[in-house]
């Protein structure tokens, strides 16, 4: 089983329609998480980080994190196409700041 | 405020040889992690350093090691390179203690042939 799942895409919205991507972990004690926006050839960029149970918004973006299920989601709002790109769920695995990352889904917005 | 700065951008090297990558991290960061990105994967942890120190080894061979100097930049270097270890090379810095928030430089992609 891999530490951390995604779907890899990609996923196809319209132009200002939610987005909604998903991941799961199957390390029961990581506390931290994170989303990674990273275009093509480029380096990742943090976007969203979620510690505890809940949403956290920020901008058009909507992390949440459900501790229970092992599940984090990260909603994008109004999306654009320059929102086109890979996006990565990350886990805090254990040693201090080591993250454990998924393969990635990649976005398509279509205008 | 300068990001993380990553040298060389590209590399082109051949089996056999050993490269040096080169990392300095956001000013006030005190620690450099290491991950290397495979083409259609997400990043893995080979390294992290904290005031010179080595905090954490991902699963790879001998033949990756690093270190980091006290001005908290740091190296990786990477001996008897093999065909299958083309990817981008990634360094992030962080601030231990604080909420474990990692910022990527830009990579060298390193390509073996």
């Known amino acids: 089983q891999k530490e951390v799942e995604q779907n890899s895409g990609p996923l196809s919205v319209p132009e200002g329609a939610i987005a909604s991507l998903n991941c799961t972990y199957s390390?029961?004690?990581?506390?931290?998480f994170f989303w990674y926006r990273q275009y093509s050839g480029k380096s990742p960029e943090l976007i969203m980080s979620i510690y505890s149970n809940g949403d956290k918004e920020d901008g058009r973006f909507t992390a949440q994190l459900n501790k229970a299920s092992q599940y984090v989601s990260l909603l994008i709002r109004d999306s654009q196409p320059s929102d086109s790109a890979t996006y990565l769920c990350?886990?805090?695995?254990?040693?201090?700041?080591?993250?454990?990352f998924g393969t990635g889904t990649l976005l398509a917005v279509q205008p | 405020d300068a990001g993380v700065t990553q040298s060389p951008t590209h590399l082109i090297k051949t089996r056999g040889q050993q490269v040096t990558l080169r990392c300095s991290p956001i000013s006030g960061h005190k620690s450099v992690s290491w991950y290397q990105q495979v083409l259609g994967q997400g990043p893995q942890f080979i390294f992290q350093y904290y005031e010179k120190e080595e905090r954490g080894r991902g699963n790879f061979p001998d033949r990756f090691s690093a270190r980091q100097f006290p001005n908290y930049s740091s190296e990786l270097n990477v001996n008897a390179l093999l065909l299958g270890d083309s990817a981008l090379y990634l360094c992030?810095?962080?601030?231990?203690?604080?909420?474990?928030?990692?910022?990527f430089g830009s990579g060298t992609q390193l390509s073996v042939l």
């Open positions: 992030a810095s962080s601030i231990i203690g604080g909420d474990e928030k990692l910022f």
């Open positions: 990350a886990v805090e695995g254990g040693a201090t700041n080591k993250l454990i």
């Open positions: 390390d029961r004690v990581s506390q931290s």
